[in-house]
């Protein structure tokens, strides 16, 4: 299902599709409607009420230097470029990898309601800014932030988990805001492509009735689930899965 956003009033249509599961591709808000399948479901975390994990708040400190900047939705070299590194390696052969500088062009400056760029870059050398090692397409709602498309520096051992802190950092900015949710997007149960957004506390799904709050043991059920599936996939990485099946298994975050 999809429709157009046009007109003075467009900030609001995104806004009230958001609340009930579409999300933006440019001009268009969009939701799955499949038949006999409603696997993906809307997910958002509350951010005044976020609580980070031990590992998330080590990514914190971790990625603390970082300087995020808000820029006008206008597409640079610098980011398309780092763009082409992350699908290569995080997604290739995927509907993306295919993209040209005017096709990202076109995902970051088509907007018709209110939209950044947020650039992560390393600490400055006083002369130049620092390098870029993450972007987020990120729009502005009345209720919270909708994390549009990210994208980060995949080979930069220095800095594992910038996906994460991404989303460590919107949060962290709709709370200072006094906007109540972080929108995450589509979740899939099981997908392991996926996984990582279960790991944010407190977290609300979209259901038919409305949203509805993870209670926690729901929660820490799926977050244990999806440690097992890494568990595996890295024991299969090296050659010898848990199960004792053998195979090769592509990382995500």
């Not at 206008?74 to 390696?89: I, K, N």
């Not at 820490?220 to 299969?236: C, H, M």
Request: hydrophobic share 30%; with cysteine; net charge negative.
């Amino acid at each position: 299902m999809f429709t157009e956003l046009k007109g003075p009033h467009a900030d609001q249509l995104n806004e009230a599709l958001g609340r009930i599961g579409f999300r933006r591709s440019q001009t268009v808000a969009y939701r799955p409607s499949c038949t006999n399948c409603s696997a993906c479901v809307s997910v958002r975390v509350v951010a005044d009420e976020f609580e980070p994990s031990a590992t998330q708040r080590r990514n914190i400190r971790r990625n603390s230097d970082l300087v995020a900047t808000e820029c006008r939705p206008w597409a640079t070299e610098e980011q398309f470029e780092l763009l082409q590194r992350y699908l290569g390696v995080r997604h290739p052969g995927g509907g993306m990898a295919s993209m040209d500088d005017i096709d990202y062009a076109d995902m970051v400056e088509h907007t018709p309601v209110t939209s950044t760029v947020i650039e992560y870059r390393e600490p400055s050398d006083g002369l130049q800014p620092g390098r870029l090692v993450g972007a987020c397409l990120t729009d502005r709602q009345g209720d919270g932030l909708s994390m549009i498309y990210s994208f980060y520096d995949p080979e930069n051992e220095a800095r594992t988990g910038l996906g994460n802190y991404i989303i460590l950092d919107h949060i962290r900015r709709a709370a200072e805001q006094g906007l109540p949710y972080v929108y995450l997007g589509y979740w899939v149960e099981g997908s392991d492509r996926m996984r990582y957004k279960i790991r944010y506390r407190p977290i609300e799904r979209l259901s038919r009735d409305g949203w509805r709050r993870l209670s926690s043991e729901e929660q820490a059920e799926l977050i244990a689930s999806t440690s097992g599936a890494a568990a595996r996939e890295v024991d299969a990485v090296s050659g010898s899965a848990k199960d004792g099946t053998q195979g090769q298994y592509s990382l995500s975050e």
